[in-house]
Structures are given as structure tokens and as C-alpha cells.
């Protein structure tokens, strides 16, 4: 049988070799592809090279940052916490250290590509080093009006958009889900948001050659940006097409990488072996993966600026010569590199190996929170919602409280009672007695007519059954409330079922240092610092906000993490296999069912996950 295979698979060979020689493919293939051969370990030494550079000089940076932060009294800037830096003398400084990142971010990770695709298209000898000289000079271009703007456009504005040529400290910004939710949910936000995100990409598509014109042709960024626009004008057409070659070209080497091992995997899972074996060797794969994916997209990122680059030099009808000068052959380096790379490799898989279970948990530990009282389940912020929390099974209920004009504690999350009540005016507007009057008809349950609850009423619903997240919302949050809201807790006797919860950095520190018996949670979607070592039991982190490291970080001061608001599957997915402790969701239902789905899971699903997230 084995046989026969080996000799089929020869035919076919021979065969496509005969049909690719008649069409004369060979030699297009060798034209189009040898060049980017050629360059090859130019362009990862480069990667490599510029990359750790950028680390240390960033690291330095960060460094000076946080001593320059630590006179301040404080551990971290956080989105609550921030007013400070525009009340002392360390603010400024400390915002123009950040722009002077986001420059030298924008020289190392963009304009030395450039500067590297134009040596390489002009046949020109080159040094690494010399070309990071190049770079860094570069963002002399920049020391202006037009220049700052373009910076920020790079660096701000096309991650939010989702596509362009951006740096890669800011490529994960974005706008916090729970901002971007209320503008999905109205229309007239949603089509101004959309119109804008349009003339956005479109501003960034005319000008995809400005940073060409003014680091190569040393032209100022208006000058820059009319050239962009004309040559896009007049060749439009060909670079749609030469973008759509290059994303199909990197879409194949994907697949094929992908293909290559996945095969092997696929072999070791249904071959008959011991467990512990097949598991080692699943393992040296997906950590094969994990080098050689990166890697592919690293260099492509590299590829695509010499292809851009290219573009412009034809769209300009300028001569380039795409040659590399070869340089001597380095075999012996190389197979010491690839024999120390792979003595780490198989070393790290022994160890995962070892220790499986320990690393990769056959079950989640996460527990899930329901979102304004029971998420979506039921009516929000109800006394209902609770009961649908208890009974979908949830850890605890998070609700946001409010107090009245004669100073009692109501239960809504907006600043007023329009969008579910009809009614434009805000709670501490009105008296406890006006709003009982208030009927919440929730848009999700219209049929269900539910009342304004109580802060009291919601810890009588939860007191044995749930953990109540008590959130301190809106313009009458403060000192004076986190007195009051304790006091209730207090009455209740619930001081081990509540966690006190908010924006307001201010709050939570009162309340660490008035009542340290109380737990208390400090909400921010974005900090800089020692974020870890805030005045608090638990850090809430917006979802993009909580990485590993982050989480890791906060464990290490005995803090507890919960991520909040996960409504997509995938998202909840992911932070459910981390060690993150909670996660707030609408979607509380989905939550649990994934739950039991991780639990059923084998080791190569525990294993892919583990790895590739």
C-alpha cells in the first residue's frame, strides 16, 4: 500500500512539473519571487534587530516614566485618576515623553522600512545600524504642525479604523466596547460615527505615499500629501490590484504554513500512541506555530513596504533596481543558531509537557458576573434581573446605584430614566417618591413592566443567593455615598456578599482607607504605571485592557481581576481560559454554556488554545 502511494505521488509530481515547465511558469515564479529571496535574512535580522532596539530604548524610556510618576505620590496614571497631570509640574513632562515615544516609535517601526525598502530597491550597500541612523534623523520631517498631526493620525486614528500602516504600540487602541455599544444602539451616533470611520480611511488611503515623499524626497507633508493623492489618481486601478496580489500572496504562504502543521499534527493525534508522547510532539508543533506564524506576517510587514515602496518609485517612473547585493555565506552561524533554537524548543515543550495540567486547567476557575443586574436575561437593574442571575447560576450581579434628591439610594445606570422610563429628568432631581411612580419598560422585554428598585431591595433579593457588585454611578458619587452605601451594606449584614465598585479612583482609595473591612473594585479602561499596586482589592479591566501581563501583574499584589463587559462569544471564550477571576457579561447564558464546553475539551483543543491565545 505504501507503495503504491510513493509511486502515485511521484506520477503526480512529474506530471505538474511537466505541465508548470510547458507554461513557462518556472521562470515567472523565479523572476517574481527571488528578489524577496534574496532579502530574506536581511529583512529577519533586521526584524530582529530593530525590534530589540525599540524594546530597550522604550524600556529606558518607561523607566525614567515611572520615576518621574513615582515624585508624584502615585503608582500609575488611569482613566479616573488623570486630572492630576494637567495640575503639576510632572504632566507635562510626562505627555511630552509620550509624544516623544510615539515619534521614535513611528522612526523604528515605519520609516526604517522605508529607508530599508529604498537601499534594497536602489541596489545600494547597506548596514542595519546605518539604516536605524537613517531612521531616527528622519523624524526631523516631522518637528512641525502637519507632522504632529500625521503622527497622531498613524498612531491613534488608523487602529481604530482597522486597516493602514500604523506603529505597533498603539495598533491595539480602540474605542472601549462600553462607548462603542452606546453608539450601535443610537442610530444618529451610529451614522455619524460611520460617515466619520469613512472619510477617515479614505483621508488615509490618498495619503498612503506621504510618509514615501517626505522621507525619501525629504518634501513637507502638504507638498507630501498632493503627490500621494495624484499618484493614487492616476494609477489607481494598478494598486488596487498589485494590494489585492500581495494580500492573496500572503493568504497562500498562511494557508501552506498552516497546512505543513497541521498535517504532522493530525498524524500524531491518530496514530496509536502513548499520551504523554503524542502530547510532547503535539506540543513541539503548536510551539513551531507560535515562531513560525509571527514570523511569516513579520516579514511580510517588511515585504509589503518594499512592494509599496516599489509602487512609488514606478507610479513616479523612476529606475530602481531590485538586486540585493549578496553577502558572504554564514552556513556554520546559522546551523549553530538553528541547533541552540531547536535545544530551546525541544527543552520548552519538555517542560510544558511536565507540567500540563498545571499550566492548562481542564476546566475554567473564571466566574461570571451578570451585568446590570441579570445582563439581558431580564429587565436591567430589577429586582428580577437578580432573580435571573441566581437562577442562571452566576457568581454575582453587578447594579449601579444612584441617590435621590432626599438623599435614599435607587437602582439605574444611566444619568436619567428617559431611554427605559420616559422620564429626562435624573435621579437626584427627583424624590424617592416621584420615582416609585416610574414604570421601566426594557426595550429587550417590552411586554415586562418593572419598577425602580431600591438599593435595599436589591440586597434583600441577593442576601444569601449572590454577590452583589455595587457600582457607584453617576453625579452623586462620592464620599458622601460611599458613607451611606456601606451603612446599608452594614444594616444588611452583607459585608462579605458586596464589592464595591467604580470609575472614580478618588472613591475607592476613600473607601480602602475608611473601611478596610469592605472589598472595593476600581474600574479604568486605560492606565499607565504600576496599575497593580492601586489602593484596592480588584482591579476592573476593560477588555482590551487585560492582558495576561496585566493579569499576572495584579495577582502578584494579592489582587483579584475582573474584565469587564464581554457580550461577544469569542471574547468571553478567551478570558474564561485565563486567570483572570471574573468577567461582568449581558450574556450571562452563553457565559455558563461555555463554561461547560471548556470543560469537555481535549488535550489538543486545551493544548491549541493554551498555546495560540
Given at each position: 500500500?505504501?507503495?503504491?502511494?510513493?509511486?502515485?505521488?511521484?506520477?503526480?509530481?512529474?506530471?505538474?512539473?511537466?505541465?508548470?515547465?510547458?507554461?513557462?511558469?518556472?521562470?515567472?515564479?523565479?523572476?517574481?519571487?527571488?528578489?524577496?529571496?534574496?532579502?530574506?535574512?536581511?529583512?529577519?535580522?533586521?526584524?530582529?534587530?530593530?525590534?530589540?532596539?525599540?524594546?530597550?530604548?522604550?524600556?529606558?524610556?518607561?523607566?525614567?516614566?515611572?520615576?518621574?510618576?513615582?515624585?508624584?505620590?502615585?503608582?500609575?496614571?488611569?482613566?479616573?485618576?488623570?486630572?492630576?497631570?494637567?495640575?503639576?509640574?510632572?504632566?507635562?513632562?510626562?505627555?511630552?515623553?509620550?509624544?516623544?515615544?510615539?515619534?521614535?516609535?513611528?522612526?523604528?517601526?515605519?520609516?526604517?522600512?522605508?529607508?530599508?525598502?529604498?537601499?534594497?530597491?536602489?541596489?545600494?550597500?547597506?548596514?542595519?545600524?546605518?539604516i536605524m541612523k537613517e531612521?531616527?534623523?528622519?523624524?526631523?520631517?516631522?518637528?512641525?504642525?502637519?507632522?504632529?498631526?500625521?503622527?497622531?493620525?498613524?498612531?491613534?486614528?488608523i487602529p481604530m479604523i482597522?486597516f493602514g500602516i500604523s506603529?505597533?504600540?498603539?495598533?491595539?487602541?480602540?474605542?472601549?466596547?462600553?462607548?462603542?455599544?452606546?453608539?450601535?444602539?443610537?442610530?444618529?451616533?451610529?451614522?455619524?460615527?460611520?460617515?466619520?470611520?469613512?472619510?477617515?480611511?479614505?483621508?488615509?488611503?490618498?495619503?498612503?505615499?506621504?510618509?514615501?515623499?517626505?522621507?525619501?524626497?525629504?518634501?513637507?507633508?502638504?507638498?507630501?500629501?498632493?503627490?500621494?493623492?495624484?499618484?493614487?489618481?492616476?494609477?489607481?486601478?494598478?494598486?488596487?490590484?498589485?494590494?489585492?496580489?500581495?494580500?492573496?500572496?500572503?493568504?497562500?504562504?498562511?494557508?501552506?504554513?498552516?497546512?505543513?502543521?497541521?498535517?504532522?499534527?493530525?498524524?500524531?493525534?491518530?496514530?496509536?500512541?502513548?499520551?504523554?508522547?503524542?502530547?510532547?510532539?503535539?506540543?513541539?508543533?503548536?510551539?513551531?506555530?507560535?515562531?513560525?506564524?509571527?514570523?511569516?506576517?513579520?516579514?511580510?510587514?517588511?515585504?509589503?513596504?518594499?512592494?509599496?515602496?516599489?509602487?512609488?518609485?514606478?507610479?513616479?517612473?523612476?529606475?530602481?533596481?531590485?538586486?540585493?547585493?549578496?553577502?558572504?555565506?554564514?552556513?556554520?552561524?546559522?546551523?549553530?543558531?538553528?541547533?541552540?533554537?531547536?535545544?530551546?524548543?525541544?527543552?520548552?515543550?519538555?517542560?510544558?509537557?511536565?507540567?500540563?495540567?498545571?499550566?492548562?486547567?481542564?476546566?475554567?476557575?473564571?466566574?461570571?458576573?451578570?451585568?446590570?443586574?441579570?445582563?439581558?436575561?431580564?429587565?436591567?437593574?430589577?429586582?428580577?434581573?437578580?432573580?435571573?442571575?441566581?437562577?442562571?447560576?452566576?457568581?454575582?450581579?453587578?447594579?449601579?446605584?444612584?441617590?435621590?434628591?432626599?438623599?435614599?439610594?435607587?437602582?439605574?445606570?444611566?444619568?436619567?430614566?428617559?431611554?427605559?422610563?420616559?422620564?429626562?429628568?435624573?435621579?437626584?432631581?427627583?424624590?424617592?417618591?416621584?420615582?416609585?411612580?416610574?414604570?421601566?419598560?426594557?426595550?429587550?422585554?417590552?411586554?415586562?413592566?418593572?419598577?425602580?428598585?431600591?438599593?435595599?431591595?436589591?440586597?434583600?433579593?441577593?442576601?444569601?443567593?449572590?454577590?452583589?457588585?455595587?457600582?457607584?454611578?453617576?453625579?452623586?458619587?462620592?464620599?458622601?455615598?460611599?458613607?451611606?452605601?456601606?451603612?446599608?451594606?452594614?444594616?444588611?449584614?452583607?459585608?462579605?456578599?458586596?464589592?464595591?465598585?467604580?470609575?472614580?479612583?478618588?472613591?475607592?482609595?476613600?473607601?480602602?482607607?475608611?473601611?478596610?473591612?469592605?472589598?472595593?473594585?476600581?474600574?479604568?479602561?486605560?492606565?499607565?504605571?504600576?496599575?497593580?499596586?492601586?489602593?484596592?482589592?480588584?482591579?476592573?479591566?476593560?477588555?482590551?485592557?487585560?492582558?495576561?501581563?496585566?493579569?499576572?501583574?495584579?495577582?502578584?499584589?494579592?489582587?483579584?481581576?475582573?474584565?469587564?463587559?464581554?457580550?461577544?462569544?469569542?471574547?468571553?471564550?478567551?478570558?474564561?481560559?485565563?486567570?483572570?477571576?471574573?468577567?461582568?457579561?449581558?450574556?450571562?447564558?452563553?457565559?455558563?454554556?461555555?463554561?461547560?464546553?471548556?470543560?469537555?475539551?481535549?488535550?489538543?483543543?486545551?493544548?491549541?488554545?493554551?498555546?495560540?491565545?
Open positions: 500500500m505504501w507503495f503504491k502511494a510513493t509511486f502515485f505521488l511521484c506520477l503526480t509530481y512529474k506530471f505538474l512539473r511537466r505541465i508548470i515547465n510547458m507554461m513557462n511558469v518556472k521562470e515567472r515564479i523565479r523572476n517574481t519571487y527571488r528578489p524577496y529571496f534574496y532579502c530574506f535574512d536581511d529583512v529577519v535580522r533586521y526584524q530582529f534587530i530593530s525590534k530589540g532596539l525599540l524594546y530597550l530604548v522604550i524600556m529606558i524610556i518607561e523607566s525614567l516614566s515611572l520615576l518621574l510618576l513615582k515624585t508624584t505620590g502615585k503608582v500609575a496614571i488611569t482613566t479616573g485618576d488623570f486630572a492630576f497631570i494637567f495640575k503639576s509640574w510632572q504632566g507635562p513632562i510626562l505627555i511630552l515623553i509620550a509624544l516623544a515615544t510615539l515619534f521614535i516609535y513611528l522612526a523604528f517601526d515605519i520609516n526604517t522600512q522605508i529607508i530599508f525598502a529604498k537601499k534594497v530597491l536602489t541596489n545600494q550597500e547597506y548596514s542595519i545600524r546605518s531612521g531616527l534623523l528622519s523624524i526631523r520631517q516631522f518637528f512641525n504642525v502637519g507632522g504632529f498631526i500625521l503622527i497622531l493620525y498613524i498612531t491613534l486614528i482597522g506603529v505597533s504600540l498603539t495598533e491595539n487602541f480602540y474605542i472601549p466596547t462600553f462607548i462603542s455599544s452606546v453608539i450601535r444602539s443610537e442610530p444618529l451616533y451610529n451614522v455619524i460615527y460611520t460617515l466619520a470611520i469613512g472619510v477617515l480611511s479614505i483621508i488615509g488611503v490618498i495619503n498612503i505615499f506621504i510618509l514615501h515623499g517626505m522621507i525619501l524626497d525629504n518634501m513637507p507633508v502638504l507638498k507630501s500629501s498632493r503627490q500621494s493623492l495624484n499618484l493614487l489618481k492616476e494609477n489607481w486601478k494598478d494598486f488596487l490590484i498589485q494590494n489585492l496580489i500581495f494580500a492573496a500572496r500572503v493568504a497562500l504562504v498562511n494557508i501552506v504554513a498552516i497546512m505543513m502543521l497541521m498535517i504532522p499534527a493530525v498524524i500524531v493525534y491518530i496514530l496509536p500512541l502513548d499520551k504523554s508522547v503524542s502530547r510532547y510532539m503535539l506540543i513541539m508543533i503548536f510551539l513551531a506555530a507560535l515562531v513560525i506564524m509571527p514570523m511569516i506576517n513579520s516579514v511580510f510587514t517588511t515585504f509589503y513596504f518594499i512592494r509599496l515602496t516599489q509602487l512609488y518609485y514606478d507610479y513616479k517612473h523612476e529606475e530602481n533596481c531590485f538586486k540585493v547585493l549578496k553577502g558572504q555565506k554564514r552556513v556554520p552561524i546559522i546551523i549553530i543558531q538553528i541547533i541552540l533554537v531547536s535545544s530551546v524548543w525541544l527543552g520548552i515543550a519538555y517542560i510544558i509537557n511536565q507540567k500540563f495540567d498545571e499550566l492548562v486547567p481542564a476546566e475554567s476557575s473564571v466566574r461570571v458576573i451578570a451585568h446590570r443586574g441579570g445582563g439581558s436575561e431580564a429587565p436591567e437593574n430589577t429586582v428580577a434581573g437578580i432573580n435571573k442571575a441566581i437562577e442562571l447560576g452566576a457568581y454575582g450581579s453587578e447594579i449601579d446605584v444612584q441617590r435621590t434628591a432626599d438623599n435614599y439610594y435607587i437602582v439605574n445606570h444611566d444619568s436619567n430614566f428617559k431611554r427605559l422610563c420616559g422620564e429626562s429628568k435624573s435621579p437626584e432631581e427627583m424624590k424617592l417618591s416621584e420615582i416609585r411612580q416610574l414604570k421601566i419598560t426594557d426595550p429587550l422585554f417590552p411586554d415586562q413592566v418593572e419598577k425602580i428598585a431600591t438599593f435595599e431591595e436589591m440586597l434583600e433579593a441577593a442576601k444569601g443567593k449572590i454577590v452583589l457588585f455595587v457600582e457607584l454611578k453617576g453625579n452623586s458619587a462620592d464620599k458622601q455615598m460611599v458613607d451611606d452605601v456601606v451603612r446599608i451594606i452594614k444594616e444588611h449584614e452583607m459585608e462579605k456578599e458586596c464589592v464595591i465598585i467604580s470609575l472614580k479612583y478618588n472613591l475607592i482609595d476613600y473607601l480602602e482607607d475608611t473601611y478596610p473591612d469592605m472589598e472595593s473594585a476600581y474600574l479604568t479602561f486605560a492606565s499607565f504605571g504600576k496599575t497593580a499596586e492601586l489602593h484596592c482589592d480588584y482591579l476592573g479591566l476593560e477588555e482590551e485592557a487585560a492582558s495576561r501581563q496585566a493579569i499576572r501583574a495584579a495577582h502578584k499584589q494579592n489582587k483579584g481581576v475582573l474584565v469587564w463587559t464581554l457580550n461577544k462569544e469569542e471574547t468571553q471564550r478567551y478570558f474564561l481560559l485565563t486567570n483572570a477571576d471574573f468577567i461582568i457579561t449581558d450574556k450571562v447564558s452563553q457565559a455558563m454554556d461555555l463554561i461547560d464546553e471548556i470543560a469537555k475539551r481535549s488535550d489538543l483543543e486545551r493544548l491549541s488554545e493554551w498555546l495560540i491565545e
